[in-house]
């Protein structure tokens, strides 16, 4: 095994347990939206962070270089509150929670504060994959070097050529997305990221909220073309819905060799540059990365880069223990947890799921290219015969999913009405 692999091994594998309780952990992105039509007013934003300090007695944990607060986080309950690369999304990542209800009782109480307090600006936040006024709002990056060094990353597709990456490097400053991260143990890692790389044509279809109006792309999902065709999916292994299923261990490590590292610390400096396969990285001589001036700095790998990787999979092993799903866009505020509710059940009900996708349906009419499924299940019109069979898949494993809830016990099941009155279940 290469010493990449066996780097990428340590990160990912020191975390995991052998037999992990089952927490919840949910991440919500959302745009803040000038309800006038104009661009988000980042003032208003701001201010709203430090209202949030004494108004929910929140902690302050990071802030910008100019001093504004930008991290905040629940001393109890370690929820935090941020900006997510742009002064025009706020994210809402939660600690750990035993049952959905338990985040959902928390994120009642922030949302009725920040919306009441958006509103005497006319601002609020709303339950879109994409900011409604993204080509009003400057889409810069907060000024703090991590997300700084992210959209200067991003702004090299412009300088590459012959390829088909799309013209909008700005994209992280306003696609929202609705994240899950649930325990998996040393024994059911893989399983889990199998299982749940095959039911992407029923999240696309279930949760696509992300059209965009900027560009002429058939997809109702294009959160997947901004990270597919931009400097994050150079390299397919790096982004996105895996292109195979893992045999073993070996076999996933082998594939996260080829995602990509393109930026390193040094001396409190963060740097970035073209991405390098993990696999080829150590071996290469000499590194031309930028700084955040975009001068050029000739700099030489260091296996401690390795420390700060990160792919982009929607299947992701985290270094937590966890699998976080990422493929779900920002859902109606009406839906919020309906996402989570569907992975956790779905977990939990892991025999049958697996035994029901051996011998789906779906996949004898479809067949098993997962990457090419999503894209197909997310077009604006489907065909009467992939309406039919993708509603049939979906309404087997929501019934899966509901299942695995009632064996929790813990009355989760209400959070996914409304996925079955959509399917008329």
Sequence with gaps: MSRSSELLKLRYLKNIKENPELFVGIELEYPVTNLEGDATDVEV????FRYLVSALNLAVEKVDDFGN????VDPVSQDAILFEVSYTTIEFAFGKAETIQEVEERFSIYMEAI????AESNHAIVGCGIHPNWDKNE???VAYPRYQMLMDYLNLSRNVTKSNLHQFPEYGAFICGSQVQLDVSKSNYLRVINAFTQIEAVKAYLFANSEFLGADWNTKISRDIFWEESMHGIYPENVGVNVRLFKDEDDFFD???????????RDGQTYYFYPIQARDYLVTPEIQAFD?????VPIYPQEKDFETHRSYQYQDLTTRGTVEFRSVCTQPLDRTFASAAFHLGLLVNLDKLEAYLATAPFFESFGHDYKFLRRQFSKKKLTDEEETTIIGFSKDLLLLAEEGLEMRNKQEMTFLQPLKEELSL
């Design 292 to 296: 955040l001036n975009g001068d050029v």
């Design 45 to 48: 934003i701001k201010r709203l």
């Design 139 to 141: 889409n810069c990056p």
């Design 115 to 118: 919306q009441k307090k958006l």
């Design 69 to 72: 607060p930008i991290q905040l």
């Design 255 to 265: 594939y996260l060799d080829h995602s990509a590292i393109f930026t390193a610390e």
